[in-house]
């Protein structure tokens, strides 16, 4: 154990607070040996008091370890402006506790009470047309607003006065599914301006930054700026970009202040979280540094995810959780799922069943990514409010399980059997961790490269997507970074499409290659400055030299008549984006265009450098089949031995335990050694199957 989580545990058992983050350990919060835990929302304040006690009791009958309470029950715990109410909370988490049930608290800032919002309209989000949300729904509330800031944390600063050093309260979720707001009010007016003044310290940096000399849009004082018209055709894009930063900030900011005003008044063990939707675009979501861990919510079937084979939408694309798991893992090295759907929703444009097994083969999948607690919304189906038809663990009579129930309770009783199997030592098999890529991500990219696309051919998610696919095929454990990791850790890091960047991160990549790293660089990768604007350059020239070739130049073909890309005997075809490139003569040519007036020319090379490798993928393939070539390539010259699933399964390991998750239309073999011991299932595994075995 490293000294500093020693340091952190004497610490959080001295009963020490104010921890810095830097120093925190979110893995002290959890006892390895527990696996995971398991749990389910439950608003007290929906059902009449009498019923609390059997539903709680019935919760921990079904073997859940926690309940999740007060998410959006602020007009419940401030009835009216200064008047608190917790004594009916008390009396929902005395019942918890009495049931065995820990509990998470939340902070209710998605749902504001209706005199707040009356006597402070302030806070409610204007629209970029100048209309204004209104009470009634959630989320209608601005971070923006600096009142409803200081007035939350006013309510928080109650809540945790009252709970935070409760033993019965094992952590902490805020606000809902936050997400960046884009607030139009006079105050988000008034902060865009004063984050830009402290960005750019001048107005001349700002106007050079915008390129504002372009169009007459100079500006000769901040306060003459206005947060940007989005939808208004033509409108600045690097102040697009730039408003995305501050709306990103502006609600990790809000729950930063959340994390310390709980912090203030709670006890070390007490954990602070919140329920991101793994929207890969949204940048706030690696941004409120003071969470404890990261955890995210997900939604497998709702009518649009149609998975594998004519009935796949039953149980969803079966890289949903896993791309969620390796995006959120490495943030903290914990994460929790907040939200796993029980059955039905009510939200998609269709909304059909689950396949029976789906929501088990979702918990384990959670569970294969090294998640220390799954949660699912929610426990009783809502019989009114907004969400109607939405299953949970029990129906509309309060007390019948559902079929999701019931697998969430199968799973709970699954978990406490290989608890039992726990062995501190065991380690997950060497192949697997040899096979563990990074993939270097920031969601500026996705902003930028969406904004300004260039082509309806090109969507960067999908791009991304294509190398990640193959990694899961290879099954590689795959881990998301930024560039606050160290790249060192990681014998092969891919930079899909990394259009914005500056000399140091290429200074940066060029060491990690020369110590021996492999990385894999792929089209648009390096073509801006941080701002948003092109090099004052040939295209891309600052990777010219880690990539050992030039970018000749660029082309997009129109849809109908895609060209070919040829590797390794094999064509594959394109549309999006291709750059032709001109390698040094030290650097190998993998693959060539064929079928234009550039036919021959390189389309994606090679090199090495130092002690490692660098790979430039000129290209996006129409399938992704192209760029699995390549890894695969690249893995062979590398030593790294990888898996050839077939389309539908992941196999991933844990705490020494393997779990395979089958989302495909057949029962496929798993390919596992003979020394496989199976505690779950067996090598043979059904649509819908789990298996779980030690080697
Ligand atoms: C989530 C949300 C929950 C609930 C759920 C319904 O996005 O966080 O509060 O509304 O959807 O499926």
Redesign the pocket.
């Known amino acids: 154990m490293k000294i500093r989580s020693i340091v952190v545990i004497l610490l959080l058992c001295l009963g020490v607070t104010n921890i810095q983050a830097s120093e925190r350990n979110p893995r002290a919060f959890f006892n390895k040996k527990d696996l995971t835990l398991t749990g389910v929302y439950y608003y007290p304040e929906h059902w009449e008091e009498s019923q609390w006690e059997r539903d709680l009791k019935q919760i921990s009958d079904l073997g859940f370890d926690f309940v999740h309470f007060a998410e959006f029950a602020w007009a419940q715990l401030e009835p009216s402006e200064g008047v608190y109410d917790f004594a009916w909370l008390d009396r929902a988490v005395a019942i918890a506790a009495k049931n065995n049930l820990k509990v998470i608290m939340c902070t209710s800032t998605a749902t504001p009470p209706a005199w707040l919002v009356r006597k402070h309209p302030d806070v409610l989000i204007t629209h970029e047309n100048g209309t204004k949300m209104d009470h009634g729904a959630r989320q209608h509330p601005s971070p923006s607003n600096n009142f409803y800031r200081e007035y939350s944390l006013k309510m928080i600063d109650k809540l945790a006065g009252h709970y935070g050093k409760d033993k019965r309260i094992i952590g902490w979720q805020l606000d809902?599914?936050p997400r960046p707001v884009y607030d139009y009010g006079n105050d988000a007016q008034q902060r865009f301006r004063d984050w830009l003044n402290k960005r750019y310290q001048t107005i001349g940096a700002l106007n050079k930054a915008w390129g504002t000399a372009f169009w007459s849009q100079v500006y000769s004082d901040f306060s003459e700026i206005n947060i940007p018209k989005v939808s208004q055709m033509f409108m600045n894009t690097h102040q697009i970009l730039d408003f995305n930063r501050f709306a990103t900030e502006e609600m990790s900011s809000f729950l930063d202040s959340q994390v310390l005003a709980i912090r203030k008044n709670s006890n070390p063990e007490q954990w602070i979280t919140t329920?991101y939707?793994p929207e890969y675009s949204d940048g706030h979501l690696r941004k409120s540094d003071e969470l404890d861990f990261h955890s995210y919510?997900r939604?497998m079937v709702f009518g649009e995810n149609f998975g594998v084979g004519r009935k796949g939408y039953r149980l969803g694309h079966v890289e949903r959780i896993s791309k969620a798991n390796d995006f959120f893992r490495p943030i903290d090295g914990v994460y929790g799922v907040m939200?796993l759907q029980p059955g039905q929703?009510n939200?998609g444009k269709i909304n059909p069943q689950p396949l029976p097994g789906a929501v088990r083969l979702w918990l384990w999948h959670v569970f294969a990514g090294g998640s220390d607690f799954v949660c699912t919304?929610r426990y009783r189906q809502p019989i009114y409010g907004t969400?109607l038809y939405?299953y949970g663990i029990v129906g509309p009579d309060g007390k019948t399980p559902t079929p999701g129930g019931l697998e969430y309770s199968q799973f709970t009783k699954d978990i406490k059997a290989l608890r039992k199997e726990y062995d501190a030592k065991a380690k997950n098999p060497e192949t697997y961790e040899k096979r563990r890529t990074a993939i270097l991500y920031n969601h500026e990219n996705t902003w930028e490269m969406e904004k300004n696309r260039q082509t309806t051919e090109w969507n960067t998610e999908s791009h991304v997507d294509k190398y990640y696919y193959a990694l899961k095929n290879f099954g590689a454990p795959v881990d998301f970074i930024d560039e606050r990791e160290n790249f060192a850790k990681y014998n092969v890091m891919i930079a899909p499409a990394y259009e914005m960047l500056d000399k140091d991160l290429v200074s940066r990549w060029t060491k990690y290659v020369e110590a021996g790293g492999n990385l894999v660089l792929t089209s648009r990768t390096g073509h801006k400055t941080r701002n948003g604007q092109l090099w004052e350059a040939p295209f891309g020239e600052p990777i010219y030299n880690l990539i050992g070739a030039k970018i000749d130049f660029y082309d997009l073909l129109l849809p109908h008549t895609p060209d070919n890309v040829s590797f390794g005997g094999n064509k594959y075809q394109w549309t999006s984006w291709g750059e032709i490139l001109i390698p040094d003569s030290s650097t190998e040519t993998w693959a060539i265009y064929e079928g234009d007036f550039y036919e021959g020319s390189p389309a994606i090379v090679y090199r090495k450098l130092g002690k490692g490798s660098v790979t430039y993928v000129g290209v996006d393939s129409k399938e992704g089949k192209m760029e699995k070539a390549v890894l695969e390539k690249l893995y062979g010259i590398l030593n790294i031995p990888i898996l050839n699933l077939p389309e539908g399964l992941h196999i991933e390991y844990r705490d020494g335990f393997g779990i395979a998750v089958n989302y495909a239309d057949k029962t496929l073999q798993l390919p596992v050694s003979g020394r496989a011991k199976f505690i779950i299932g067996n090598k043979s595994i059904d649509t819908a199957g789990v298996s779980v075995w030690k080697e």
């Open positions: 809902n599914e329920n939707i919510t939604y939200e929703v939200w919304y969400e939405h």
